[in-house]
């Protein structure tokens, strides 16, 4: 079945406690991006990847870092979390970066107390 | 940073009426997507939109991208309460430094009672 998936789904940590989320595609798809979705302000892009060792930054990338070592894998990194990360996160992918038409993750519910 | 104006954030209707969803910016966007999304999941993708212009159907909903590439609507027809759900639009960056951003609005919560 093609899809996304990610790791874990529910995490609850402490500030300062470095954490990562995996995200994982089985499409073959160049395009790889991670979002945070808070209320009321909708899905904000962190950071993109065009293809293999080469990432962006989205709109939101303080405190956040990523790696694209392999096609299928696009891990996000919080080397120091802090109370304001806490949100929900989704990895998409798409076939090509022109494409724009994304598959979405299940989501990570992080929470940094 | 390249906006997009969702509205409205809330609609609660009955079921049976029509509705309209309407995306804006003033930025040109290469293309527009919009997206549905129902709690614990991920959004879904409903449709792209690519030229000034252009509409289209999907059953009972129809999705226009205006002529500008500034702005898209979706609107429902006889809405059932199995269209409930998050509404996202996204746009695709312009070109030049953009490209490979993608933008989303604040989403519009649709709720559609029996």
């Known amino acids: 079945e093609a899809q996304v998936t990610q790791n874990p789904r529910y995490l609850i940590t402490v500030t300062g406690k470095k954490l990562t989320v995996t995200c994982s595609q089985n499409?073959?798809?160049?395009?790889m991006s991670w979002y945070r979705q808070d209320p009321g302000l909708g899905l904000r892009q962190i950071y993109y990847s065009m293809n293999v060792e080469v990432t962006d930054k989205g709109d939101v990338p303080e405190g956040y870092k990523v790696s694209r070592k392999e096609k299928r894998n696009f891990p996000l990194i919080l080397e120091s979390p802090s109370p304001n990360q806490t949100s929900l996160y989704f990895c998409a992918s798409s076939l090509t970066p022109f494409s724009y038409e994304q598959y979405f993750g299940p989501g990570t519910r992080l929470t940094v107390t | 940073t390249q906006l997009l104006e969702q509205s409205p954030q809330f609609l609660s209707i009955q079921e049976g009426e029509n509705l309209t969803v309407y995306c804006n910016s003033s930025?040109?966007?290469?293309?527009l997507q919009w997206y549905r999304q129902e709690p614990g999941e991920g959004p879904v993708l409903l449709v792209t939109?690519?030229?000034?212009?252009e509409v289209k159907k999907l059953k009972r909903l129809t999705f226009q991208f205006g002529d500008a590439r500034k702005d898209s609507s979706l609107h429902i027809t006889a809405a059932q309460p199995g269209d409930t759900g998050l509404y996202l639009c996204a746009g695709g960056g312009a070109g030049g430094t953009s490209y490979g951003k993608l933008t989303f609005g604040q989403g519009t919560i649709l709720t559609v009672h029996p």
């Open positions: 930025s040109v966007f290469s293309s």
């Open positions: 939109v690519v030229t000034g212009g």
């Open positions: 499409m073959n798809h160049e395009y």
